[in-house]
């Protein structure tokens, strides 16, 4: 769903898992096409040290501390600029998306995560009929490119309008909570995934308090779901998380 933060959960995903595998080597290839990485970077920053950005930006009337100034240099001299972390800035087709994965990997020498933001943004070309045709391609280029390097793929996608109709809204109702059939254009790579996880925030949609589904789930604005809708190796789950906005970062609750 738009603006409950797929973005910066990747940013988080890529920052975080540097942090809590010390002891193992990997890199970052990210395929931004969305947002410049100068941009993203910022929210890292702010994400890391508390800071809203705005603050480090010193923007609406806010400043930055000598003490938060020498904080974001320390930060980005000494662990920022040591993740091996890469952006690709530009719409790339399938072909393209492969062949930049794949020298990468050959550079590297790692195993590699490759985050994509997002799948409707890929170029097209004329192999590619249609929506419904080009997920299918890359579906099938991500599928087989883990076969051929040592590499995760994350990409993002977005919902259909569906989840905003009046019969979904119905406060504690079992349709509240979304499934597969809300992704938009993305049953190809639905099916080619190992795990799909969905973002929502009820607040976003008027829910009254404490009624998202039959759980009664809680409807404040800093409540978003993680819907696990497909784990290959796993059950169907809820992940509940509380943004944290002015940090750019989300929180598991347990």
Do not use: W
């Not at 998380?241 to 940090?247: G, I, Q, R, S, Y």
């Amino acid at each position: 769903m738009s603006g409950v933060g797929k973005s910066f959960f990747l940013e988080q995903l890529s920052r975080e898992l540097f942090d809590l595998n010390p002891g193992q080597a990997f890199a970052v290839l990210n395929f931004n096409f969305e947002m410049p990485s100068d941009v993203i970077q910022l929210r890292n920053i702010s994400g890391k040290l508390h800071i809203p950005t705005r603050q480090l930006l010193s923007a609406e009337n806010t400043s930055l501390n000598d003490e938060a100034l020498k904080g974001a240099e320390d930060y980005v001299e000494n662990d920022l600029s040591q993740y091996p972390v890469y952006y690709a800035e530009h719409p790339r087709t399938v072909a393209e998306y492969i062949q930049i994965c794949k020298a990468f990997y050959d550079i590297m020498q790692v195993p590699i995560l490759i985050l994509s933001d997002h799948s409707g943004l890929f170029k097209t070309t004329s192999d590619d009929k249609g929506t419904v045709e080009f997920q299918e391609n890359l579906a099938k280029a991500m599928m087989a490119l883990k076969k051929s390097i040592p590499c995760t793929q994350v990409i993002l996608s977005q919902l259909n309008r569906d989840i905003e109709r009046a019969e979904r809204r119905i406060p504690k109702h079992a349709l509240n909570y979304v499934g597969k059939s809300d992704l938009r254009n993305s049953d190809a790579l639905f099916n080619a995934s190992d795990f799909v996880g969905v973002l929502h925030c009820p607040f976003r949609l008027n829910f009254p308090p404490n009624s998202y589904g039959p759980l009664k789930l809680s409807t404040n604005q800093e409540d978003i779901y993680l819907h696990v809708v497909k784990q290959r190796d796993g059950q169907e789950a809820i992940i509940q998380l509380t943004a944290d906005f002015k940090n750019m970062r989300l929180i598991d609750r347990i």
